[in-house]
């Protein structure tokens, strides 16, 4: 399962997530890659106060707007939506246990999370919303799921720093790429059409 829970003890605090993970190094520091069914997202991902300042928060404010057409594109695209992995920081004190066997190095296993836990999206997080937003019109949708890839985190300037890092090399592509491999959209087919067939444009238009 994609975050179960099971308890050690008496008390709320020995509930667990328990998550299936492949255990990574980057810059010297672990991480984990697993999959989370889409009804859990909202409920393990909180954003922070909006009315916090920026300075003392690790995520820009959340861009309402775009969720509509976020959401639209999940609902109207059942069987051929992506979605990129959502990352993650987690505040606590998490435990990794190998499945047993040398084949996989122990790079393979559960990871335990406390479910006191505070999980916070450095990138993602409007797919996030969008997701949330999907779920409410189709409750279906809970079953399938997202890669997740959880760091861990190390205080607000170190999850700031992340937000930083991750979007500091974010290119977005040209407009032309963008309409050459767009299938969805009948403008886009048909702008492919005339500057592929038309001699009048033959050489002139940049795909």
């Not at 690790?58 to 509509?68: H, V």
């Not at 974010?170 to 767009?182: A, C, F, T």
């Amino acid at each position: 399962m994609y975050g179960s829970s099971y308890q050690t003890g008496d008390g709320m605090d020995d509930f667990l997530y328990n998550f299936p993970v492949i255990r990574g190094v980057q810059a010297r520091r672990e991480y984990y890659v697993t999959q989370c069914q889409l009804r859990l997202i909202p409920r393990l991902f909180q954003f922070d106060d909006p009315d916090l300042p920026a300075e003392v928060r690790a995520q820009r404010s959340l861009n309402r707007g775009r969720l509509p057409e976020l959401s639209s594109y999940m609902l109207g695209n059942p069987e051929s939506y992506v979605f990129s992995a959502l990352t993650a920081s987690v505040d606590a004190e998490v435990e990794f246990e190998p499945f047993a066997g040398e084949a996989h190095s122990g790079r393979i296993g559960l990871l335990k999370i406390p479910m006191n836990a505070r999980f916070l999206i450095n990138d993602g997080q409007h797919r996030r919303a969008a997701i949330e937003m999907a779920l409410q019109e189709d409750p279906s949708l809970g079953e399938e799921t997202i890669a997740v890839v959880f760091f861990l985190d190390r205080g607000l300037h170190r999850s700031q720093q992340m937000f930083a890092d991750l979007n500091r090399h974010v290119i977005r592509p040209s407009k032309s790429i963008g309409v050459l491999y767009d299938h969805r959209d009948e403008m886009a087919y048909i702008s492919r059409l005339v500057a592929l067939k038309s001699e009048a444009f033959s050489g002139l238009v940049d795909l």
